[in-house]
């Protein structure tokens, strides 16, 4: 038996797990126990599960709805997997499910991870987490697992009274009866980060704590940014239809309604470059709007942007405008650093959102290359936006992210 640990943002326990059920053979058993549970996160697990329950592999989820941390969407979503889901709440307040606990078994091996990690985006990728990773080898450990096993059967097998498991009318009951949230109202209730958490680089005092750089987590799975986009546009033309004749002939909707909060909450925006370098190009880069509706406070809409019009040929043109300052390089020469206010816009008459891109057409940006842009709200820097150009290791390693075509475009664009 042996025991390590797991010291998150060291090393990402969404990344040890997804290597764990992928190894060659595969797990024979594999038991999820997590008092909060999210979308984003089960959804980057489904393929992997899916296929390990083809397999013949035992799958297991035990998972808490206490303090509103999982959301109808989590239990719609698994309930469509068909494996074995358990949902464990105690009817008297103050009886919190709250273990995070992973246990793996194949036929030489088995590992046990058990620590502070839920099964969330910040469980799995950008909390400060810990965890102890116990692994016990078979057959020679296989009374201690055993005894282990036993000690943790309350989680890991779980049955009595508090214990339910998921099945569509208990799932019913439980929205009828208000008892989950839905997932925008779960990412709120588990403390994810909000618009007020997000530090302004302007005022009169300057941050108060520092800041730390996690790893990106992986890509979104292209099943959940397509679907979210789905949603996305027909709320968009639902929202239009709602529009009055008298308000068609004033000012125009914007192209992008506000939300209460994100749709999704990304590490990371990675997008193909259109083409940059040119004598009659600006120098200006799209950004699809069905990405800044997803995640609208990583982009900052609409509270930073302020209105401005502009008259030209006859023509009034509105604009909303934020200047906020980015840090660009490029990922061949991370040392060459520009700092400057970057104009980012909605131009509404023509509904598209644009930034403008000559610090990356001096890096070298054009046609096909891909850019990261992270919103780290560091004292002086609100952006950071590197630049991969084809052929280098970046390259390969983030058009990986780039999985959702831009419309009426050969571009692609993703989020981590």
Not at 61 to 66: P, S, T
Not at 73 to 93: A, C
Not at 248 to 267: H, M, N, S, Y
Request: hydrophobic share 35%; proline share 8%; net charge neutral.
């Amino acid at each position: 038996m042996r025991i390590n640990y797991i010291a998150q943002p060291d090393f990402q326990l969404g990344i040890i797990i997804s290597d764990l059920l992928e190894s060659d053979p595969l797990p024979s058993r594999i038991i999820f126990v997590s008092a909060f549970v999210s979308l984003q996160t089960v959804m980057r697990l489904k393929t992997q599960v899916l296929n390990l329950s083809s397999a013949g592999s035992d799958v297991r989820f035990v998972i808490g709805i206490d303090m509103g941390g999982t959301s109808q969407e989590v239990l719609r979503e698994l309930l469509t997997w068909n494996i074995s889901v358990f949902i464990v709440k105690h009817r008297v307040s103050g009886h919190t499910f709250h273990p995070k606990l992973y246990v793996l078994e194949w036929a030489n091996r088995a590992e046990v991870i058990i620590g502070s990690h839920n099964l969330t985006e910040g469980g799995f990728f950008s909390n400060y987490e810990g965890s102890a990773r116990i692994t016990y080898d078979l057959p020679a450990d296989s009374a201690i697992f055993y005894s282990a096993q036993e000690e943790l059967a309350r989680f890991v097998n779980p049955s009595g009274a508090v214990v339910y498991e998921l099945n569509n009318s208990f799932l019913n009951e439980l929205i009828s009866r208000r008892e989950i949230p839905t997932e925008a109202e779960a990412r709120r209730n588990s403390g994810d980060r909000r618009r007020s958490d997000i530090p302004k680089v302007s005022g009169r005092n300057a941050p108060l704590f520092g800041i730390e750089y996690f790893g990106p987590p992986p890509p979104l799975p292209a099943e959940l940014l397509e679907r979210l986009i789905r949603d996305v546009r027909r709320r968009h033309k639902d929202n239009q239809r709602s529009i009055t004749p008298r308000a068609r002939k004033g000012r125009p909707a914007l192209p992008i309604q506000p939300v209460p909060e994100d749709i999704i909450v990304p590490g990371a925006f990675y997008m193909t470059l259109p083409k940059l370098q040119g004598k009659n190009i600006p120098g200006e880069a799209r950004i699809p709007l069905e990405a800044i509706e997803l995640a609208q406070e990583f982009w900052g809409w609409p509270n930073e942007y302020a209105r401005d019009v502009s008259p030209r040929s006859g023509r009034e043109r509105e604009y909303f405008n934020w200047r906020p300052p980015w840090k660009v390089s490029s990922a061949e020469h991370p040392e060459r650093v520009s700092i400057q206010p970057v104009r980012m816009y909605m131009y509404t008459n023509s509904s598209d959102f644009r930034f403008y891109a000559r610090p990356i057409v001096n890096a070298g940006g054009n046609l096909g290359d891909v850019v990261r842009i992270r919103r780290i709200a560091e004292e002086d820097v609100e952006y950071e936006c590197t630049l991969a150009r084809k052929g280098t290791p970046e390259y390969e390693e983030w058009i990986r992210y780039c999985r959702q075509p831009v419309r009426n475009s050969s571009r692609f664009f993703g989020y981590a």
